[in-house]
C-alpha cells in the first residue's frame, strides 16, 4: 500500500512524487507513481561512459547543439530492425540537454526470449529519460499498466544493459548507475563517480561486446570526421583518437546473454 515502509535489499529505486529519492543505504517510502492515461511509464536513470564529463557528472549534448541528432529513432538498421516511428517534428523540437536516442525494450518476465514492447526515447545529460511525445520517461501505450518485466536499455554505441529483476509496474524507476541492478553487475559498468556507473563505450555495431569488429566500423568511418557515426564514442560527432582511446579502453567488454545479438 501507498506510504509502506519496506527494506531497500535490492537496491532498486523508485521514482517519487514530487521527488526522486536513491538513497542506497536507508529505507524508502513507495508511492504508486501517476501514469500517462493509458499503458506504462518506464523511467530510469543510464549513463554513456563515452559522453559522461566527470567535472559536471552530467554528459555532454554536443551533438544536439551541432544539430547532429536525428529527429526520427535511428534504431531501424541492423541490429535492431526496430520500425517504431518515434520522432519530433524538426531539430528545435529536441530537447536541448538531450545527448542521444536510446531504445527500452521490455522482456517477459515468463520468458526472456519475448519482447513484449520496445520504444525509441531521448537520453538526457543528467541520465533520465524524455519520450518523443513529452512524457518524463518512456511511454508504452500498449502495456497491461500492472505487470512485470525485464527492462534493457540500448544506446546506439554503448554496450546494452539490462535491468537485475523484474520490476513491477506501475512503480517504475530503476537506476542503471548502480551494480546492484544492472544484470552481470559491476562486470557491465565503467565506473564514473564514487557509487557511479556508467555503460562501456565503443560497441560500434551494437551487437552487445566490444570486439575487434568495433574497431574496423571506427577505421571504416574515420575519413568521414564529422557526422550521426556509431564510431563515435565520446558523442562529440566527430572521429578521433579521443574513439580509439574508448574503444582501447572498452575492448573485450562482453554484455549479458539477455542484450546480445
Known sequence: PDNTLIANTAHIYFDFNPAIVTNTTQSLMVYNLPQTGTGITVQARILLAGGYDPATSLMNTTLRQNNQLPIAQPFNTAPWNYTGSEAVSNLAAIPANATDWVLIELRSAANLDVVIAQRAVFLLNDGSLLDPDGTIGTHF???AQSGSYYVLVRPRNHVALASAATLTYPNNYIDYTLTANVNGGASQLTTVATNTGATKAADANA??????????VFVTQLPQLVGYLSADFNLDGRITTKDFDLYRSSAGAIGVTLVRY
Open 141 to 143: 501505450p500498449q502495456v
Open 207 to 216: 551487437n552487445g561486446s566490444v570486439t575487434f569488429t568495433d574497431y574496423n
